[in-house]
């Protein structure tokens, strides 16, 4: 979407949605639905990295796609790159759901 700026040396076209704004967006629609069913995680980044670093409350210790930690997604270079997707969403869940079950069973035990 551009949006047209007017000015006294003339009419300038402005670009409203970059594709990094566009690319957190996924973001930010990804961290709420797993939210929405009980799945808390927090993200750090170092651009262009976007890494997972807690499932739960748990420290995520595997390292995919980067040398820091489980990167989930890039952010674009430059804005007229296209939104950036997602680095292997299969990935992105088994993560999950490996860190999700080992906090399950500890809660478990825990009520034992």
């Known amino acids: 979407m551009k949006?047209?700026?007017k000015t006294k040396f003339g009419t300038y076209y402005v670009e409203t949605e970059t594709s990094t704004k566009k690319t957190g967006n996924k973001?930010?629609?990804?961290?709420?639905?797993?939210?929405?069913?009980g799945i808390?995680?927090?993200?750090?980044?170092?651009?262009?990295?976007?890494?997972?670093?807690?499932?739960?409350?748990k420290r995520?210790?595997?390292?995919?796609?980067?040398?820091h930690g489980f990167?989930?997604?890039?952010?674009?270079?430059?804005?007229?790159s296209p939104p950036s997707e997602f680095t292997d969403i299969t990935e992105i869940f088994k993560?999950?759901?490996?860190?999700?079950?080992?906090?399950?069973w500890l809660t478990q035990q825990e009520k034992n």
Do not use: H, M, Q
């Not at 990167?71 to 007229?80: K, M, V």
């Open 27 to 37: 973001i930010k629609v990804f961290v709420e639905r797993l939210k929405k069913i």
């Open 40 to 57: 808390d995680v927090k993200l750090s980044g170092n651009f262009p990295w976007v890494y997972i670093d807690e499932i739960c409350g």
């Open 3 to 5: 949006g047209e700026v």
């Open 60 to 67: 995520v210790t595997e390292k995919f796609n980067g040398n």
């Open 95 to 104: 993560l999950i759901r490996k860190y999700t079950n080992k906090t399950k």
């Open 71 to 80: 990167t989930i997604i890039f952010l674009p270079a430059r804005n007229d």
